[in-house]
DNA sequence: CAGTGGTCTAGACCACAGC
DNA sequence: CTGTGGTCTAGACCACTGA
């Protein structure tokens, strides 16, 4: 049975609501600094704990980012366009830098921390690539200086071991221009779009406040004959990117 | 009380990154239920504040799900498959029972709280679709009986007026196939997808958990000549979905 | 019914930011 | 230095679940 009367949420929840449409409303904007925990207490006349769980609930919701010393502020979005289908048209792969250029539009971005390793295949890499070894890229990128994207790409060690694709500096084109000099050019990819809170780990390497999820694309490219040649596994930042795919019916 | 070294982090953080670790390493399974308030408040001590906060940890990870005078259990996923191109090829107009079959695969699904209305165009939907008036189509999915997907499409009011589009039943092959008979069948499609954390609106409509996203799928149909002739902003519980795109070099 | 999570109070000490 | 958020304690009453 249903009660009949809707009864009141408590009242953490009552001030995050009007805290979360003041700023909708535009009465705070982006990056401004919201009423904080002591400044709750003595408004609504309630314990610390009691703010800090109103606060705790935009955190959570991704709208505020606390500052330690300093205050509780509303969040700031800046998200990047990164095109699905488009980025990854073979007249791309001649170009000077790869894929990456076709996200970002002209604002700098930078690739931290490559390495370059062989494992073992594991889990949906072995499935994909049908293989028991590959070779793994994996590198941060940062965009304005904020980390903003995880990239794990699997190659089938068969396939590219002794190849630039092994080494820091792929050359023109990134790594799909050296497939196709393998013999082994990309002609289809599937993507697979998921969305999730960030592990710690996650949280840790891109600096992710609370309340942030993380899509994760897991990519995978299939040469001609119809075998996989990539698995290629990110993680983004949910508040910096939007993804756009293009098809006809 | 001991005096805690500077860098190590607090109890509460080390037990959920205990309790994330015994979940992923199995000794929890999906469903199972977790050590509550009361148990970690002897097995290590701490007052009741400090317990809750580790096991808000995971909450806020969507790693667990509370359930109010029982316990807090192990979350379970089971998410849907929907394609983003395939669905769309012309060959699905025809089938009975429009593109969301091509999602659930055999799933029972069911649709809610259908709404038909006309509306004043606002932001994205009068800049997309360039127009002053909309029809808005505005559904809920359920699969499983759960609720997952919040979906709002709209056409240009010049449009569909007087059309089935502006019906509960479009008919067979759904509002694209009805589209089509106007002259004005899609022919392109741009979806926008977007991860955050759910309103709280969305959040009771979808009866979500805390700690889960959602998936924000903005589609454009475009006719022929280039104009859009719907915009749908789709909804998702992250943890229900797993996009899927495929398109060639 | 006893046990659970949900809410709330009234304190405390700490690390850190910014003046 | 003061004010901020971060952590923690020791209570309390409530609504709900499940045996």
């Given at each position: 049975?249903?009660s009949?009367?809707?009864?009141?949420p408590?009242?953490?929840?009552r001030?995050?609501?009007r805290?979360?449409?003041?700023?909708l409303?535009?009465?705070?904007?982006?990056g401004?600094?919201?009423?904080?925990e002591?400044a709750?207490?003595?408004?609504y006349g309630?314990?610390r704990?009691?703010?800090?769980?109103?606060?705790?609930?935009?955190?959570?919701?991704?709208?505020a980012?606390p500052?330690?010393?300093?205050g509780?502020?509303?969040?700031?979005?800046?998200?990047?366009?990164?095109?699905g289908?488009r980025?990854?048209?073979?007249e791309q792969?001649?170009?000077?830098?790869?894929?990456?250029d076709?996200?970002?539009?002209?604002?700098?971005?930078?690739?931290d921390?490559l390495?370059?390793?062989r494992e073992a295949?594991?889990?949906?890499?072995?499935?994909?690539?049908?293989?028991?070894?590959v070779?793994v890229?994996?590198?941060r990128?940062s965009?304005?200086g904020?980390?903003?994207?995880?990239?794990?790409?699997?190659?089938p060690?068969?396939?590219?071991?002794g190849?630039?694709?092994t080494a820091q500096d792929?050359?023109?084109?990134?790594v799909?221009?050296?497939?196709?000099?393998?013999g082994?050019a990309?002609?289809?990819?599937?993507?697979?779009?998921?969305?999730?809170?960030?592990?710690?780990?996650?949280?840790?390497?891109?600096?992710?406040p609370?309340g942030t999820?993380v899509?994760?694309v897991?990519?995978?490219a299939?040469?001609g004959?119809?075998a996989?040649?990539?698995?290629?596994?990110?993680i983004m930042?949910?508040?910096s990117?939007?993804?756009?795919?293009?098809?006809?019916?």
């Amino acid at each position: 049975m249903e009660s009949p009367v809707p009864h009141e949420p408590p009242i953490y929840r009552r001030i995050a609501d009007r805290l979360r449409q003041a700023i909708l409303a535009g009465e705070f904007r982006d990056g401004d600094r919201l009423p904080g925990e002591n400044a709750l207490m003595s408004e609504y006349g309630i314990a610390r704990a009691t703010a800090r769980q109103a606060l705790a609930v935009l955190i959570n919701e991704g709208v505020a980012v606390p500052r330690r010393g300093s205050g509780v502020y509303v969040r700031q979005f800046r998200p990047i366009r990164r095109h699905g289908s488009r980025r990854l048209s073979r007249e791309q792969w001649g170009t000077g830098r790869a894929i990456w250029d076709s996200d970002t539009t002209g604002r700098p971005y930078s690739v931290d921390d490559l390495t370059i390793t062989r494992e073992a295949a594991a889990g949906e890499a072995a499935r994909v690539l049908d293989c028991d070894e590959v070779w793994v890229r994996r590198r941060r990128y940062s965009v304005d200086g904020r980390p903003v994207q995880l990239a794990a790409s699997h190659f089938p060690a068969d396939l590219v071991t002794g190849s630039p694709i092994t080494a820091q500096d792929t050359g023109p084109g990134g790594v799909y221009a050296r497939l196709r000099d393998l013999g082994h050019a990309p002609v289809h990819f599937t993507e697979e779009v998921r969305a999730r809170m960030p592990t710690p780990e996650e949280s840790a390497k891109l600096g992710l406040p609370a309340g942030t999820p993380v899509i994760e694309v897991c990519r995978s490219a299939f040469a001609g004959g119809g075998a996989a040649v990539e698995l290629n596994k990110m993680i983004m930042d949910a508040a910096s990117y939007v993804l756009q795919y293009d098809f006809d019916a």
